[in-house]
């Protein structure tokens, strides 16, 4: 079998791997349908986050389940399964409480942009769909693996209700979801903050009301502006820089929530500074699992369509492509087909 692997900046190849098999009573091991490329695999990629010899890459995923072993009683062989990013046994206190992403038995996936892969803890990481969804589903059963999943938790972490008004930081496919979730989570304003033309309307497709192209305290001053100074109820950050995390803050209303989903790198901040804010902040690597369920039917019953953040689909062997693509900005993101 051949799968990707990112040897350093701008060093991706698909090369040669070992077969992935079944070595634990509770692993599945699944025939991939699709895969994708991630905002956060570009942070390894560009070399802005160190890796330890070459890395096989990949996270998100959907496709038909090969084989399970003895212990796996919850999917069968033949069934279209998604999983998140983060495996979970979905029986833990973590998870019982719907952090399934700090599940104590928690591994995260990274070999998903290969034809085959292994799932450990598939009992509790993998969700099967009902039948054996149509084809032109696949693409948004794909995106709740993580972007979707992602950007719901994030508008479900900044507390999103019928009548808010929200920001959304970050224009890439989770900031873009966060705002298609906000939008089914019934914010009345939704504010993407976005200078990419192409992204911008996708952001008004998935229920933008407002386009903010202003960044860091020029983007806090229009926001400050279109909400008579008084802020947002809930702001999505969904970057993870230090620019994007202090607008993020500075752009919420006194009592308002930020939520954050985007891995921080570098990201500080002085104590007595958040002191004043008054803002409640709630992130961290989004329990996908614990929304796999109503994504699923939502896809499935054509309520909403995330799939339209993969602007470029290629082979699987040409992933190079895909993530030279997303690194330059070229393609939102990109959905790999074995
Ligand atoms: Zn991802
Ligand atoms: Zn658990």
Redesign the pocket.
């Known amino acids: 079998m051949r799968g990707t692997v990112l040897y350093g900046p701008r060093d991706i190849r698909f090369e040669a791997r070992e077969m992935p098999r079944i070595e634990q009573p509770t692993d599945a091991v699944i025939r991939i349908t699709a895969t994708c490329v991630c905002g956060s695999d570009l942070w390894p990629y560009r070399g802005l986050q160190p890796i330890k010899g070459p890395q096989p890459m990949g996270h998100e995923y959907c496709g038909v389940v090969e084989e399970i072993g003895s212990a796996v009683k919850s999917v069968k062989p033949g069934q279209f399964v998604i999983g998140s990013f983060a495996t ?5 206190p ?2 019982l409480y719907g952090y ?1 992403s700090s ?4 591994e995260f996936m990274s070999r998903a942009q290969a034809p085959i892969l292994r799932v450990p803890l598939a009992e ?1 990481t993998l969700v099967p769909t009902p039948g054996m969804p149509s084809d032109d589903l696949v693409p948004s059963l794909l995106a709740t693996s993580d972007v979707l999943g992602t950007g719901w938790f994030a508008a479900d972490a900044a507390n999103v209700k019928p009548g808010s008004t929200v920001v959304v930081v970050g224009d890439g496919a989770v900031g873009l979801l966060g705002v298609l979730s906000a939008k089914q989570m019934g914010a009345e304003r939704i504010i993407a903050m976005s200078r990419h033309e192409k992204r911008q309307k996708l952001a008004r497709e998935f229920g933008a009301t407002d386009i903010v192209i202003e960044r860091g305290d020029e983007g806090v001053t229009r926001i400050m502006d279109m909400t008579n100074g008084v802020g947002a109820d809930s702001v999505l950050e969904c970057v993870g820089t230090q620019e994007s995390m202090m607008q993020a803050i500075q752009s919420t209303r006194r009592g308002g929530y930020v939520s954050y989903v985007g891995v921080p790198h570098g990201v500080e901040f002085k104590g007595e500074k958040l002191f004043y804010t008054h803002v409640h902040l709630h992130g961290g690597p989004a329990p996908v699992r614990r929304y796999l369920p109503k994504l699923i039917d939502l896809v499935l019953n054509h309520t909403i369509n995330p799939g339209k953040v993969f602007d470029l689909t290629l082979p699987l062997e040409q992933v190079a492509e895909g993530y030279r693509a997303m690194d330059e900005r070229r393609a939102i993101k990109a959905l790999l087909r074995p």
């Open positions: 979970s046994d979905n029986t833990c973590n998870c399934q599940c104590v038995q928690r509790g």
